[in-house]
Each structure stands twice: as C-alpha cells, then as structure tokens.
C-alpha cells in the first residue's frame, strides 16, 4: 500500500496551546483506524531508534500520527515533565478520531516517555483508545525509575536530565547553554564535589525536573501525584520490556497488575535488550537472529485485532512469551514464572574476596561458614559494568573486576545439567556495617569451565535501617545456564556511576559531597545461624 506525502497539522488544545503533529495516510481510498504516538524528542525522529517508520505502519491500512508534545519539538507551551500528558493526551485522541478519514479508533505505541504518554492519556478512559502498547515504562516512578532500592539513579537519572534541558536551550535559542549541556551530554560530570548536582544542571538546567527528584528522595505524595493512577483503567495492553532495560521493573509491575484484574488480553513480551537498540548484539553477546526485534509485526497484529477487528490468533497465543538467553530462544508461559524456586546458600573460608575458591553457592545451607569482610574505599568504588543500570548495558565478561578485593564471589559447583532461571530473583545477605547506611550490590553471573563470568542479572539497595537479612530485588530475568559451568553471586558496595556514592550516612542525594564519603567495612555471614541465600524461580 503506497503512502501519501507526510502532512504537517496542528490542534489546539483545552487551554489554547498549539501541538504540532506529521500524519502519514495510505495513498487509497477509505477510513482507517489511527495509532499514535506522543513524544518530545522531536517528532521526524518518530522513535526510529526502536520502531519501524510510521511509513511502514501506514502501508498496513493505518492513520499514523506522531505528535510533539507540549513545549518539545515545534509545538507550543512550556514543557513540564509528565505534567501535561493527561488532558493534551484527551485532546489529542479526541481530535484524531475525528480526522476526515479516521474510523475514530485510536491506538497508541511508543517506548519510554513514548509509553509513558500512553499511561497517562489511558488514565483518563478516553472513550475513542481503544489499546495501548506500552514499551520500557515505569509504572511508580519512585521504585520503577527514580530509585532502586532506595538509592538514587545517577547515571540514567542525570543523562537523562542533561539531555532533556539540552533540547530546551536548543528551542530557547541559547548557544551558549546548548555546548555546555551538549559537552555534558557526552562526558557526564559525575565526579563533582556534590555528584549528584554538578555545575551543569545546576546552571543551565534550573526548570529541570531532576531538582524535584533530588528533593523527594523519599517515596510519598509527589511521587504518588506524577506516576499514573492506572487503578480504574481496563484496555488490551501489549506490554513490551528488555532484560537490560533500566525500567524492566515497571512494566512487569503494570503487566503484572492488569493481568490480575482485567477483562481483556495482557500480552507480555521481554527480550534480551537495553533500552536501546532492540537487536541481537547486547553488551559482549550475541543473541542470534531471534532477538531481532519482532515487535512492530506483533504490534500491527495487536492493531489489526483491536483497530480492525480481524481475527489474528493472538487469543490461541500464550500471553508471556520470553527470551531464554543462553538458548537464545523465545519462551512462553500462561503466568508468571514464580512457584518453583531454588536455592543457593552462601558459604566461605573468609577468603571470598581474594580468593574465587572461597566463597561457594550450595544447594544445603552449611552448618559452619567463616564470615566475609569487604572494604569500601570513595576513592576508588566498584565501577559498573554492563547489567541494566549503566552505559552501555548487556553482559560483559567480568572476570577480571572480581578479582577485586572490595568484591566478594561466591561461586555453585560446575553444573552437572542445565538449570533454567526465569521470573523473579532474591538475594538475602545477613550482614553488618561499621556505618549508619551503606549500600549493597548483586551480580549474578554465568562462569564458564575456561573462568570467564559474563553477568545476566543484577540489583541495588541502600541500607538504612539494617533489618536482618537485607532482601536485594535483582532484574527479573530468563536465562539458561549451560551444563558445565557454574554460577557466581558478586557483591559490592557500590555500582558506580550508575549509583551515588553512599558516603556512610543517610543523607538526601542533593547532600552527599566526595569530601564526605566515608571508609565502609561490612561484614557478610552465612551458614545455618545466618542463611544468606540466593532465591530463584527457574522452571520444572
């Protein structure tokens, strides 16, 4: 089906702002149904990065509209973050089902702030949406995007932030802003005497929201106010996340949430990417031809079912299908894998940061283990590598980083057959800290017979009230571990820079100078008074 030339519209909305929009159209006859996407990065862009063209949605029977959202792109108004998406997302719907060749049934896609739109306009029921495709979200903003575990995001919080007001000193014209925020942008001052607010956004990005999320380090009403009160909201979603994605954690809380309660299919689908690209090449590994990404051929079945009305067998599929990494092959499920858990228990010399043979994983908790020191030294913390919460995401042979001695390993026995993990991950640590706070680190890793360890899961938490033992959510995974090689837990204080720096004291984000961070000796424990474990859902 061919296309008509992109059109260029605009819609003025409750409160008199311009928004700026392309429509792509089929060049044939008819009324189509609309899907739309709403953005702020610049609408040409139209999330080329992760999706097909909207040319190539359009030539399969639809009204493509990719809008620019207040205050981004050429659209008018001041730019907020999320402040705006509920009542522009209403007015928008509403126009597009009233387009001159529109069915009046609308679909939304877009992955991140693209998703986020979506949840945002879906919260109001608009009466014309008709499904939603939510990539890469975070559904609570405290726990799903902001913190993990409590601690504070840096590198993909202010990344993020540079970028956001770098666009802004673009459409303001300010030259001088735009380099400043440009250089940033490719060389993050994450070392500044407040990490956490460096020179940069402080001086050129004061209307930024990173300001409001360095303040409200904690969870409550602000947070409660900007996440998306999806409660009393019921559509057909397809659900879309990356096992190395930083907000992985919000879309299983919402697929998790609206396949409890809904009337309508919730489809679920994960697959071995960061945030972007969606491709085989993740980190270090390949993936093969199978995590290329199927999504924009699922999206326009989901479209075609829901939009059209065709009858595309998405109902006889099952509704979780995921990427087993290691036998890089799709997966699919009826639920959420998480009834079937095994466990590792930690065990040591006392050595297990200076020699691999030290610390172990076993299937029995031991009667009798040594207990493990760690020293966290500001100077020179724990640098991360790959996982979810860094640049560049992915799994990365890490061997020589456990060789650290600020690291503790402990490592199973080589596998005598394959051991398939998928769902949700926990690590209990029984430990102490000669300090008030501190923060702890968990890598899970796959150790090959020649000693390579490639990691495929991890997590974070910041320990104030330490509460034995310290429960650490790693990133829900699906994973094959070869027979003939092994599994390591690493831990850590510190994942920098994609965590602050935890100076030894519970301070707010926006109060934690280097100056300030402290020597933290911690102390792990294991065996039959102290069970540190390892709990994972693998399959039967």
Not at 76 to 84: I, Q
Not at 244 to 266: C, N, P, V, W
Not at 299 to 313: A, D, E, S, V
């Amino acid at each position: 089906m061919k296309n008509l030339p992109k059109e260029t519209t605009s819609i003025l909305t409750r409160d008199g702002v311009r928004l700026d929009a392309d429509i792509y159209r089929p060049d044939v006859e008819g009324e189509f149904p609309v899907i739309l996407m709403r953005q702020p990065y610049g609408r040409a862009i139209a999330s080329t990065v992760v999706y097909a063209h909207p040319k190539w949605y359009t030539a399969h029977g639809y009204i493509v509209i990719i809008q620019d959202v207040r205050g981004r792109g050429t659209s008018e108004g001041e730019f907020e973050l999320f402040a705006h998406e509920i009542e522009d997302g209403i007015d928008t719907i509403n126009w597009a089902a009233n387009l001159p060749g529109s069915t009046g049934e609308i679909g939304m896609y877009g992955f991140s702030y693209q998703g986020m739109t979506q949840l945002y306009a879906a919260s109001a029921k608009p009466p014309a949406l008709k499904i939603i495709c939510p990539a890469m979200i975070g559904y609570d903003l405290y726990t799903d995007w902001a913190y993990e575990g409590g601690a504070f995001c840096l590198q993909t919080n202010l990344g993020w932030a540079v970028q956001l007001a770098t666009e802004t000193a673009r459409l303001r014209g300010n030259k001088q802003d735009y380099q400043e925020l440009y250089q940033a942008s490719r060389n993050l001052p994450l070392s500044t005497a407040n990490p956490a607010l460096p020179k940069v956004i402080n001086e050129y990005g004061k209307d930024s929201f990173y300001h409001q999320w360095i303040e409200n380090y904690q969870p409550g009403e602000y947070w409660k106010n900007l996440s998306p009160n999806m409660k009393n909201v019921d559509l057909p979603m397809l659900h879309i996340g990356g096992w190395f994605d930083a907000y992985l954690r919000g879309t299983i809380h919402l697929y998790k949430e609206m396949a409890d309660r809904s009337k309508f299919f919730q489809k679920l689908i994960v697959g071995p990417w960061p945030h972007i690209p969606w491709g085989r090449k993740v980190g270090a590994i390949n993936y093969g031809l199978g995590a290329s990404s199927p999504i924009d051929d699922i999206q326009i079945l989901w479209f075609n079912q829901f939009l059209k009305g065709i009858n595309t067998g998405i109902f006889e599929r099952s509704p979780i299908s995921l990427f087993e990494m290691g036998s890089n092959e799709w997966r699919n499920f009826n639920s959420w894998p998480s009834n079937n858990y095994k466990f590792y228990y930690l065990t040591s010399t006392g050595l297990a940061n200076i020699r691999e043979d030290s610390g172990s994983l076993t299937e029995s908790c031991p009667n009798i283990s040594v207990d493990d020191t760690l020293v966290h030294d500001p100077w020179r913390p724990v640098p991360a590598l790959g996982g979810h919460s860094t640049f560049p995401a992915g799994s990365f042979e890490r061997s020589e980083l456990d060789c650290r001695t600020d690291i503790l390993t402990y490592t199973s026995e080589f596998l005598k057959e394959d051991l398939h993990i998928v769902g949700d991950i926990f690590v209990d640590v029984y430990c102490t800290a000669d300090t008030s706070s501190f923060d702890l680190s968990a890598v899970l890793s796959e150790v090959t017979k020649n000693g390579d360890v490639y990691n495929f899961t991890q997590g974070y938490i910041k320990v104030i009230d330490n509460n034995l033992p310290v429960k650490i959510c790693l990133q829900p995974t699906c994973m094959k571990i070869h027979k003939g090689n092994a599994i390591r837990l690493s831990l850590s204080a510190a994942c920098f820079p994609a965590y602050l720096i935890n100076p030894g004291i519970n301070k707010p984000p926006a109060e934690v100078r280097l100056i300030d961070a402290k020597i933290i000796t911690i102390t792990v424990s294991s065996g039959k008074n102290n069970p540190s474990a390892i709990s994972l859902s693998k399959l039967k």
